[in-house]
T-cell receptor
Framework: TQLLEQSPQFLSIQEGENLTVYCNSS?????LQWYRQEPGEGPVLLVT?????EVKKLKRLTFQFGDARKDSSLHITAAQPGDTGLYLC????????????FGGGTRVLVKP | DADVTQTPRNRITKTGKRIMLECSQT?????MYWYRQDPGLGLRLIYY???????NKGEISDGYSVSRQAQAKFSLSLESAIPNQTALYFC??????????????FGAGSRLTVL
C-alpha cells in the first residue's frame, strides 16, 4: 500500500470535458506538490499547496489541499489534448527529512 | 542545454553486467536525487545527496550505489544488474535555500532494460 494513493489510475475523456484526479493519504503532509510528466520527459512542477483548505488556480487547472492536509485534488475544466500526460502528486512530511513521497500517478488521455 | 542532463537516455544490458547512469546539473543546487519509476508505482527514491560529502539511502537502495563526484555530478551504479531493475530512472535536484524548497527539477530520464 502506498502512502499516497492516486485515483483513478487512468482517465480517458473527450476534449472539452472536465476531469478530477484525487490524491489521498492517512498521513498529514506539510505541503503537497503536483507534477505533470509527458512521454520522454521528466516530471515538471505544476503547483505547491501548503495550507489546509487552500485552493490554487492555474488557468483551467484548480488544485485543492484538504483541510486536514491529508488529501488533494486536481480539477481540469474543458480539457484539451495538451493536458494529456501523467499527473503525479507528491507530499512532504517534516519527519521524513524533507524528502518527497510520490503517489502512483494518474494517466490522463484527452482525445480531440 | 537542459538544467539536468542524464546519460545514457536508453540502455539495454544483460543480467550481471555493471551499469552506471550519470547525471549532471547546471542549476547550482546542492541537493541531488535518484528516483526509479515503474508503472503504477510513481517515483521511488533510491539515494539522495544534500552536498558533496553527504550520501543517504532512500527507500529502495538495495542493489544500487551512488557517487557524488562534484556539486554538479551524481552518478548511480548497478553493480550487477538484474531484470527487476528494468525501469525508468530519474535524476533530480532541489535548492533548499529557495522559496520553493524541496521542489524538484528532473532530468529527462534514463530507460534501462536488463535482459
Amino acid at each position: 500500500t502506498q502512502l499516497l494513493e492516486q485515483s483513478p489510475q487512468f482517465l480517458s475523456i473527450q476534449e472539452g470535458e472536465n476531469l478530477t484526479v484525487y490524491c489521498n493519504s492517512s498521513s498529514v503532509f506539510s505541503s503537497l506538490q503536483w507534477y505533470r510528466q509527458e512521454p520522454g520527459e521528466g516530471p515538471v512542477l505544476l503547483v505547491t499547496v501548503v495550507t489546509g483548505g487552500e485552493v490554487k488556480k492555474l488557468k483551467r487547472l484548480t488544485f485543492q489541499f484538504g483541510d486536514a492536509r491529508k488529501d488533494s485534488s486536481l480539477h481540469i475544466t474543458a480539457a484539451q489534448p495538451g493536458d494529456t500526460g501523467l499527473y503525479l502528486c507528491a507530499g512532504l512530511r517534516g519527519a521524513a527529512g524533507n524528502k518527497l513521497t510520490f503517489g502512483g500517478g494518474t494517466r490522463v488521455l484527452v482525445k480531440p | 542545454d537542459a538544467d539536468v542532463t542524464q546519460t545514457p537516455r536508453n540502455r539495454i544490458t544483460k543480467t550481471g553486467k555493471r551499469i552506471m547512469l550519470e547525471c549532471s546539473q547546471t542549476k547550482g543546487h546542492d541537493r541531488m536525487y535518484w528516483y526509479r519509476q515503474d508503472p503504477g508505482l510513481g517515483l521511488r527514491l533510491i539515494y539522495y545527496s544534500f552536498d558533496v560529502k553527504d550520501i543517504n539511502k532512500g527507500e529502495i537502495s538495495d542493489g544500487y550505489s551512488v557517487s557524488r563526484q562534484a556539486q554538479a555530478k551524481f552518478s548511480l551504479s548497478l553493480e550487477s544488474a538484474i531484470p527487476n531493475q528494468t525501469a525508468l530512472y530519474f535524476c533530480a535536484t532541489s535548492d533548499p535555500r529557495a522559496a520553493g524548497a524541496n521542489v524538484l527539477t528532473f532530468g529527462a530520464g534514463s530507460r534501462l532494460t536488463v535482459l
